[in-house]
């Protein structure tokens, strides 16, 4: 072999070894902006996830003191329905024992 193609062999070869580490570097550099740009969608998906948590928790919530107050409101006029049914059965009952004191 010539001296020329030896030169030419080695230029060769340097040349592939450094296409080989480019394209390392590059691949290297690939993974990691992916790596970056993963994790920030994954931040960025927990943060508005988190938010939307907090919405509507915040609106359960509401809805769940709605639904506390009616139910509030419901319980006090059954009561004061109640109270006003005893109130008259009971000056009924009073009448009726007095009637009955009264006539024996």
């Given at each position: 072999?010539?001296?020329?193609?030896?030169?030419?062999?080695?230029?060769?070869?340097?040349?592939?070894?450094?296409?080989?580490?480019?394209?390392?570097?590059?691949?290297?550099?690939?993974?990691?902006?992916?790596?970056?740009?993963?994790?920030?969608?994954?931040?960025?998906?927990?943060?508005?996830?988190?938010?939307?948590?907090?919405?509507?928790?915040?609106?359960?919530?509401?809805k769940a003191t709605?639904?506390?107050?009616?139910?509030?409101?419901?319980?006090?006029?059954?009561?004061?329905?109640?109270?006003?049914?005893?109130?008259?059965?009971?000056?009924?009952?009073?009448?009726?024992?007095?009637?009955?004191?009264?006539?024996?």
């Amino acid at each position: 072999m010539s001296l020329e193609a030896i030169k030419t062999i080695c230029a060769a070869e340097e040349e592939a070894r450094q296409a080989v580490l480019v394209t390392r570097k590059n691949a290297q550099d690939a993974v990691e902006a992916t790596k970056k740009a993963g994790a920030e969608i994954v931040t960025s998906t927990i943060t508005r996830a988190e938010s939307e948590i907090a919405q509507l928790t915040r609106l359960v919530d509401h809805k769940a003191t709605e639904g506390a107050m009616a139910l509030a409101s419901t319980t006090a006029n059954r009561q004061a329905t109640l109270h006003a049914r005893a109130e008259r059965r009971l000056e009924a009952a009073a009448q009726l024992i007095f009637e009955r004191i009264v006539n024996t």
